[in-house]
């Protein structure tokens, strides 16, 4: 869709008032042909504009996630070490610690317990052995359509279909 800011007049030539592309007319030489090239060129532009003012935005907000979460972790950090610390914070039956705060929330922290991160999965597999690996299968599409166009043999879940390709060089 054409922003109307942007509605020059080489696009308002080739679109008509429903915005879809007109049939280029055939005869017309080509000039005819270079209103839509221009077109194209000045959309693919436009797109790659935006798909880059996307990024930034993404970016920026991914930054702003990293930041607050990074917060969070460092006040979750704090508040767990201050209650490990603090005798008069009620320790539960089972070994751990608990803090009821009435008007915001109950914290919980479990008791000592023993925990596995796994650092080398490649060497863990190597001294446990195959009993304790995952395979994974999955299709290798490059290999099966080479199969499929030379066999001529269409297997269910693939589709079969014609298609040219145009390539468009823009000048600088």
Same mark, same amino acid.
């Given at each position: ?7 020059? &007049?080489?696009?308002?030539?080739? #679109?008509? =008032?429903?915005?879809?592309? +007109?049939?280029? @007319?055939? $005869?017309?030489? /080509? ?46 950090? &704090?508040?767990?070490?201050?209650? #490990?610390? =603090?005798?008069?914070?009620? +320790?539960?039956? @089972?070994? $751990?610690?608990? /803090? ?73």
């Amino acid at each position: 869709m054409i922003d109307n800011n942007e509605d020059f &007049e080489f696009l308002a030539e080739i #679109l008509n =008032d429903q915005e879809e592309v +007109k049939p280029i @007319s055939l $005869g017309g030489g /080509l000039i005819e042909y270079r209103k839509y090239v221009w077109a194209l060129k000045f959309l693919e532009e436009k797109v790659n504009k935006l798909e880059e003012y996307r990024q930034q935005i993404v970016s920026d907000v991914d930054k702003a996630i990293q930041g607050k979460r990074s917060t969070i972790d460092h006040l979750k950090g &704090e508040i767990k070490r201050a209650m #490990l610390a =603090d005798a008069a914070v009620d +320790k539960t039956p @089972s070994g $751990g610690k608990t /803090l009821q705060l009435p008007d915001i929330a109950t914290i919980s922290i479990s008791k000592l317990q023993k925990k596995i991160d796994i650092t080398d999965s490649q060497a863990v597999l190597d001294e446990l052995g195959e009993e304790y690996s995952k395979v994974t299968v999955s299709l290798n599409t490059t290999k099966a359509k080479q199969y499929i166009l030379e066999s001529g043999n269409l297997p269910k879940g693939a589709e079969e279909r014609e298609d040219r390709t145009m390539t468009v060089r823009f000048k600088k």
